[in-house]
């Protein structure tokens, strides 16, 4: 796998895109422009690798558009050393950006082959994460508590598993709604019984299936 100078030249371009979008966080812009989003779609060009746009993996699922990676990411305000719950690993691209801003990832997946593939992969890649396979709708129990929570597919509605799983001061985003549109939503739990939601933008993502999902 080869990272030439002009993938990094496209890594240029999709950050400057990212940053007129509204992105801001410059750890998070640093982590897009360093990590090689090419190597996790290796079917794909260059070219439409740095597009700013989700692409199909394997399992039917999708590598999440740059700009939802980003905003997510930023909404999570990832501090080193924290411990981070991500459902959904799919490609295993946010995984590395979660480990890039020094969280300890737990990363959860319900379909094999992607699991298989980003267990090999990532390592090999210098990402050391903590890879689980099965329904993150349940989230990790026997990790629990997390500083922050990561869904990456689209939640019908707030699985109270995950709510009991957030520690206290710690925060959770996932997006909710139906199977056409969701709302990019923040859960922060403020005591053992109290949370605090707030919404944002409007984004589209693959369902989020399970027990306490579709
Ligand atoms: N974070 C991924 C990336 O960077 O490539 C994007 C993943 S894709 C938008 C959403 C992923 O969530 C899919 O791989 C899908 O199989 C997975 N998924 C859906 N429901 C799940 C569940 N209950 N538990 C774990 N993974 C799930």
């Given at each position: 796998m080869l990272d030439s100078y002009k993938h990094k030249g496209l890594r240029k371009v999709l950050v400057k895109q990212l940053k007129e979008k509204g992105i801001k966080d410059e750890r998070v812009l640093k982590a897009i422009e360093k990590i090689p989003r090419h190597f996790f779609i290796e079917k794909y060009s260059a070219e439409v690798a740095y597009e700013d746009k989700a692409l199909k993996i394997d399992a039917g699922q999708t590598i999440s558009q740059p700009y939802t990676v980003a905003y997510q990411t930023e909404l999570l305000h990832i501090q080193s050393g924290e411990k981070v719950l991500e459902i959904g690993t799919g490609s295993g691209y946010q995984t590395s950006i979660l480990v890039e801003l020094g969280a300890n990832v737990y990363t959860i997946e319900r379909q094999k082959d992607l699991f298989n593939k980003t267990t090999v992969f990532l390592p090999k890649l210098g990402y050391k994460a903590n890879f689980y396979l099965g329904d993150?709708?349940?989230?990790?129990p026997e990790q629990a508590p997390f500083n922050k929570i990561l869904v990456t597919a689209g939640a019908p509605n707030i699985p109270d598993t995950l709510l009991k799983q957030l520690a206290i001061g710690g925060v959770m985003v996932i997006p909710v709604g139906d199977e056409n549109v969701q709302t990019m939503t923040t859960v922060i739990r403020v005591s053992e019984t109290e949370f605090e939601k707030v919404e944002f933008a409007q984004f589209r993502f693959v369902p989020l299936i399970g027990d306490k999902a579709w």
């Open positions: 993150g709708s349940m989230g990790i």
